[in-house]
Nanobody, 126 residues
Framework: QAPLVESGGGLVKTGDSLRLSCAAS????????MAWFRQAPGKEREFVAS????????NYAKFAKGRFTISKDNDKNTAYLQMNNLIPEDTATYYC???????????????????WGQGTAVTVSS
């Protein structure tokens, strides 16, 4: 089983909402910090949001604040990214990531992150 498996992407219209899911193995879910990144066509991968293993701390990219919410469900070993009020600029492939050190997510493009999911595509039409 892949360590991180994303789901929930799709085609939506401007103003719609989507919730992305990232199912993780128990070891990763309990011991690693988790994050979401995204990569739009022709652009570098960028940080979206992160959450500590305890769920106590969260961090968001400027564009995500107020619209996106990262969370974890301990019973399901799953992390989520709730995205509201989507705009065409949010169109990208979204990747779940996990690392022991939350500071790793600050590196450009998440370079060096321990685990990546396969990505789930989000397309927002105008």
């Amino acid at each position: 089983q892949a360590p991180l498996v994303e789901s929930g992407g799709g085609l939506v219209k401007t103003g719609d909402s989507l919730r992305l899911s990232c199912a993780a193995s128990g070891n990763i879910f309990n011991n690693y910090q988790m994050a979401w990144f995204r990569q739009a066509p022709g652009k570098e991968r960028e940080f979206v949001a992160s959450i500590s293993s305890s769920s106590r701390y969260t961090n968001y990219a400027k564009f995500a604040k107020g619209r996106f919410t990262i969370s974890k469900d301990n019973d399901k070993n799953t992390a989520y990214l709730q995205m509201n009020n989507l705009i065409p600029e949010d169109t990208a492939t979204y990747y779940c990531a996990a690392d022991r050190v939350i500071g790793t997510f600050d590196r450009p493009g998440g370079n060096g992150v321990d685990y990546w999911g396969q990505g789930t595509a989000v397309t927002v039409s105008s």
